[in-house]
């Protein structure tokens, strides 16, 4: 069974860091696209950042410069730190995982309703 296990986010004032942790069990990453999503009071479903071997790394406009995504191998962990966090930036973020991708897709392309799997979500707060 796959599982998209989360953790960190939580509540803090503008220009403050947070760390979001992903972590999976029973799916191996391989090359297609992990994704970092948000949704926002609005229902909005966007991709923040995305990482694969094949296609590299992608972060939304909005989040350049600001947040990192990463991925541990060992740990089966995807992580994203978000730093010089705005008052925008609030929402539920989700990490996703899809099984199998075509050659050389990207997270973009593919939507989230590509994805097959899904953490429980984290909420973000920022205060200004």
């Known amino acids: 069974e796959v599982q998209l296990v989360q953790s960190g986010g939580g509540s803090v004032q503008a220009g403050g860091s947070l760390r979001l942790t992903c972590t999976v069990s029973g799916f191996t990453f391989d090359d297609s696209p992990m994704g970092w999503y948000r949704q926002d009071p609005r229902n909005e479903c966007k991709l923040v950042s995305s990482?694969?071997?094949?296609?590299?790394?992608f972060y939304a406009d909005s989040v350049k410069g600001r947040f990192t995504i990463s991925l541990d191998n060992a740990k089966n962990t995807v992580y994203l730190e978000m730093n010089s966090l705005k008052p925008e930036d609030p929402a539920m973020y989700y990490c996703?995982?899809?099984?199998?991708?075509?050659?050389?897709?990207?997270?973009?392309?593919?939507?989230?309703?590509?994805?097959?799997?899904w953490g429980q979500g984290t909420q973000v707060t920022v205060s200004s």
């Open positions: 990482i694969s071997t094949e296609t590299g790394t």
């Open positions: 996703a995982a899809v099984l199998w991708t075509p050659f050389m897709t990207t997270a973009e392309a593919l939507g989230a309703s590509s994805y097959n799997y």
